[in-house]
């Protein structure tokens, strides 16, 4: 299992301190033999549930131009007609949400080859990823891709009230390429995607995805 390296910095730090602190319950305390056990049961399952956290498994991703794929691994939890203000000033969308648990991978992933034309972080609270407003006021990133003929999506990574940290790599004017790794959140969120409104949607409410290969949507 390949680890992504957002985690390698976190698992060595996790483990050095669970390791640690079972040193000490086995050798300066008065910790049952029992005690000491589930102890050490216990970190053993919390490095695990963070190790497949981090976990970013090879995928082999088929291009094409026409479907706009999923930029992350959940659960679709919205499918509405919206109006987008931050880029397209007001202009409907239709907006898709997936939401990421903790148990999803976390890599983000291009939607679609293209050019960056527009990108902006901004700070923001943490309210829990479902919030109505969180598309808003969280902490988030904008990515607006450029697509053939001048169309344009939107993809948005918002940090929820578990995700504190959200990770990119592409920037205004980078050239991307479909199913190519874009960013990281780190512990459950939510991505957005603001499509243009003739888009055939490909996916329903409660469907699961998986980034890098489901197809959310297609360009008519």
């Not at 469907?207 to 949507?217: F, M, P, R, S």
Request: charged share 20%.
């Amino acid at each position: 299992m390949k680890i992504h390296k957002e985690g390698h910095v976190f698992l060595i730090a996790l483990l050095l301190i669970l390791g640690g602190i079972n040193f000490a319950l086995l050798n300066f305390t008065a910790l049952s033999s029992t005690g000491c056990a589930v102890a050490i049961v216990c970190s053993s399952i919390l490095y695990l549930f963070f190790l497949q956290f981090f976990r970013s498994p090879k995928k082999v991703i088929e291009i094409n131009d026409k479907h706009i794929i999923a930029p992350a691994d959940g659960k679709v939890v919205v499918i509405e007609k919206t109006t987008e203000t931050e880029f397209f000033k007001g202009d409907q969308r239709i907006q898709i949400s997936i939401f990421m648990s903790p148990l999803n991978v976390h890599v983000n992933r291009n939607p679609v080859t293209g050019l960056v034309k527009y990108f902006k972080y901004h700070p923001g609270k943490y309210l829990v990823a479902w919030h109505p407003k969180s598309s808003t006021e969280n902490e988030r990133t904008t990515i607006v891709y450029e697509v053939h003929k001048g169309v344009q999506i939107l993809v948005r990574q918002i940090a929820g009230a578990v995700a504190r940290r959200i990770k990119w790599y592409v920037d205004t004017n980078h050239s991307v390429i479909q199913g190519k790794e874009f960013g990281f959140i780190k512990f459950g969120s939510r991505v957005d995607l603001f499509l243009p409104l003739d888009t055939q949607i490909n996916v329903k409410i409660g469907d699961k995805t998986v980034g890098g290969k489901t197809v959310i949507a297609e360009f008519l």
